[in-house]
């Protein structure tokens, strides 16, 4: 075999495993309830302690989230916390007219001097083909949402990307701290609880 016939040969079967999605689909979209995600966050807000969140919570709110910001080159994501903390992420993304399911370990939490959550990508599949992250990423910073920024194979994301929700009176919230232990998502959620307390006392007085 020649050595073009050859490379081709190899392209042809990189290909193949980059288009090969060895995941199980998402649930289709709207049928993603982050309902019960989002009681914890406003919970977490009244008590000042971490909203607790399992994978599928926390896979809820980002999904809902990417909806509400009209992306469509990432439908959806789901998320697993695995014994070590460490967590695994699954996005189907679609990239110049192909679907590809990219599949990702992560450490993931909270930078305190840049306020951002930080997600350090420690292995990173495209189908079944591995790929190196930092090599990756470096092709997608173009496409990050606006305020998030990378350095080598870590990721830094704005809250807003997560947990900025319209509530009662116009009180803004937002995701202001992130851990990832025991099998779940600990996230702090502030919000302007003056705007709330406002609200709560104009309802009182209907009721009264």
């Not at 992560?106 to 930078?111: A, K, P, Q, Y």
């Given at each position: 075999?020649?050595?073009?016939?050859?490379?081709?040969?190899?392209?042809?079967?990189?290909?193949?495993?980059?288009?090969?999605?060895?995941?199980?689909?998402?649930?289709?979209?709207?049928?993603?309830?982050?309902?019960?995600?989002?009681?914890?966050?406003?919970?977490?807000?009244?008590?000042?302690?971490?909203?607790?969140?399992?994978?599928?919570?926390?896979?809820?709110?980002?999904?809902?989230?990417?909806?509400?910001?009209?992306?469509?080159?990432?439908?959806?994501?789901?998320?697993?916390?695995?014994?070590?903390?460490?967590?695994?992420a699954y996005l189907p993304v679609s990239y110049k007219?192909?679907?590809?399911?990219?599949?990702?370990?992560?450490?993931?939490?909270?930078?305190?001097?840049?306020?951002?959550?930080?997600?350090?990508?420690?292995?990173?599949?495209?189908?079944?083909?591995?790929?190196?992250?930092?090599?990756?990423?470096?092709?997608?910073?173009?496409?990050?949402?606006?305020?998030?920024?990378?350095?080598?194979?870590?990721?830094?994301?704005?809250?807003?990307?997560?947990?900025?929700?319209?509530?009662?009176?116009?009180?803004?919230?937002?995701?202001?701290?992130?851990?990832?232990?025991?099998?779940?998502?600990?996230?702090?959620?502030?919000?302007?609880?003056?705007?709330?307390?406002?609200?709560?006392?104009?309802?009182?007085?209907?009721?009264?």
């Amino acid at each position: 075999m020649s050595v073009p016939v050859l490379l081709l040969a190899v392209v042809g079967i990189l290909f193949a495993l980059a288009l090969n999605d060895p995941n199980a689909p998402l649930a289709p979209g709207g049928e993603t309830d982050s309902s019960a995600a989002a009681a914890k966050l406003l919970v977490a807000a009244g008590t000042g302690k971490p909203a607790e969140l399992t994978g599928e919570e926390a896979g809820a709110l980002m999904t809902r989230k990417l909806a509400q910001n009209g992306q469509r080159a990432v439908s959806g994501v789901r998320l697993t916390v695995n014994s070590d903390n460490t967590v695994d992420a699954y996005l189907p993304v679609s990239y110049k007219g192909t679907k590809l399911g990219v599949s990702a370990n992560l450490t993931v939490g909270w930078d305190s001097a840049k306020q951002t959550i930080r997600a350090e990508v420690n292995s990173l599949k495209i189908g079944r083909l591995p790929v190196d992250p930092a090599w990756a990423l470096s092709h997608a910073t173009d496409s990050l949402p606006e305020g998030a920024g990378r350095e080598g194979n870590v990721l830094y994301l704005p809250p807003p990307m997560f947990g900025t929700y319209g509530m009662p009176n116009d009180a803004p919230g937002s995701i202001s701290g992130l851990e990832v232990r025991d099998g779940k998502f600990l996230l702090n959620f502030s919000v302007d609880m003056a705007k709330l307390e406002d609200y709560l006392k104009e309802q009182l007085k209907s009721i009264l």
